[in-house]
Every structure is written in structure tokens, then in C-alpha cells.
T-cell receptor, first 113, second 110 residues
């Protein structure tokens, strides 16, 4: 059981470039989310989805797009990368109900020059 | 604004010491409080606390919640170097809304 798989693990971009962080889960969880983690700050929610075809903004959505065409996949797109988006990104899923515990992917470290 | 505060932000101890990590929260529609351990990768789940006064234990780690005073503590006894990590306190609010604290960085020296 792979759980939550994120790719790539590391990426360096130049300002203005675009890219997609991939997230796939095999736990059949309806809820998926993207967080960014910056030094000295807690994880902050970027976007989340409660099921295929449904997405919503979190605390820091500007500069990011998401889509959810299947239960398994929840890609995060950076449309025009900026140095302020240098961060570690985590995808997380949640089974909901009585098991309201986030399960995280391994993380993607993004550097924007 | 919903907020989770942790203290201390950083802590250095020696192997064998006992440590207490603190978490206080000011949130609306509180449901549960969770603790995670984060080493150099993804956070891993430790405990979920929903009821006041009921201690959760896992080996040398234990945690308890006080819903009246809005805080939780995470205790680690007989610390080992493998306990070195950032410990995250997370409030679960209504729906699936999680609010993260900044974390406590614990360093255990041999």
C-alpha cells in the first residue's frame, strides 16, 4: 500500500516558469489537500478537495491552481512561479468520519530562483 | 482567528531526560486535537485527543487534553536521540478544517 505519493521530491524553477506537483493516493479517501510549510510557521492550507469535481481555497491559495478529476489524483499547479513560493509542499488525505487523521505524502521541496 | 500556539519553540535535552511539550488553542467549533511527529520528511500521526482528562499513551509518549483550559501536553519520558524531531500540535475544527501550530523542535543529545 503506497498511501500518498508525491512527485517530484525536489524541483528548482526560475521565476515565471510553471510546473505541476503531483499527488496520488490509493486509500480511497474523499478528502485531499495541499499544504506549504515554511520555516517558523505552521503548515498552511493552500487548496483542498472533498471529492472528485469539488475543490476549494484554503488559507493561501494565490498563485496556485488545483483540479480533482478522479478520487486518486490531486495535482497542484504553479502558474507563474515566484521566489515567495519557495517552500516544502505536502499533500495530505483524510479518511474522515471517526478517522479524522491527516496522512501526508513525503513532501516536495521547491526552490524558485 | 483560529490559532494554535506551542511552547517552547525549541528545546535541547540529553538522553534520558523527560520533556513536556505544550500546546494551547483558541479555536471555534473545536472537535479534536492531534499531535504529529515530523522528522526530515512528512509528519506522522501520534495521538488524537477528543475528551478532556483521558491520557493517551504509546510507549514513552503520552498526551492529555484539557478542554476547559484549552490546552494539551505531550510528555516524552526517558528521551532517546531518535525522539529528535519537530512535534506539531493540530486543532481539528468543524468539517475537516485543521489548524497547525508552529511546532516544537526537540533535540536530544547523546
Amino acid at each position: 500500500n503506497a498511501g500518498v505519493t508525491q512527485t517530484p521530491k525536489f524541483q528548482v524553477l526560475k521565476t515565471g516558469q510553471s510546473m505541476t506537483l503531483q499527488c496520488a493516493q490509493d486509500m480511497n479517501h474523499e478528502y485531499m489537500s495541499w499544504y506549504r510549510q515554511d520555516p517558523g510557521m505552521g503548515l498552511r492550507l493552500i487548496h483542498y478537495s472533498v471529492g472528485a469535481g469539488i475543490t476549494d481555497q484554503g488559507e493561501v491559495p494565490n498563485g496556485y491552481n488545483v483540479s480533482r478529476s478522479t478520487t486518486e489524483d490531486f495535482p497542484l499547479r504553479l502558474l507563474s512561479a515566484a521566489p515567495s513560493q519557495t517552500s516544502v509542499y505536502f499533500c495530505a488525505t483524510n479518511g474522515g468520519g471517526g478517522a479524522n487523521v491527516l496522512t501526508f505524502g513525503a513532501g516536495s521541496r521547491l526552490t524558485v530562483l | 482567528e483560529d490559532k494554535v500556539v506551542q511552547s517552547p519553540l525549541s528545546l535541547v535535552v540529553h538522553e534520558g531526560d523527560t520533556v513536556t511539550l505544550n500546546c494551547s488553542y483558541e479555536v471555534t467549533n473545536f472537535r479534536s486535537l492531534l499531535w504529529y511527529k515530523q522528522e526530515k520528511k512528512a509528519p506522522t500521526f501520534l495521538f488524537m485527543l477528543t475528551s478532556s482528562g483521558i491520557e493517551k499513551k504509546s510507549g514513552r509518549l503520552s498526551s492529555i487534553l484539557d478542554k476547559k483550559e484549552l490546552f494539551s501536553i505531550l510528555n516524552i519520558t526517558a528521551t532517546q536521540t531518535g525522539d529528535s524531531a519537530v512535534y506539531l500540535c493540530v486543532g481539528l475544527l468543524n468539517g475537516q478544517n485543521f489548524v497547525f501550530g508552529p511546532g516544537t523542535r526537540l533535540s536530544v543529545l547523546p
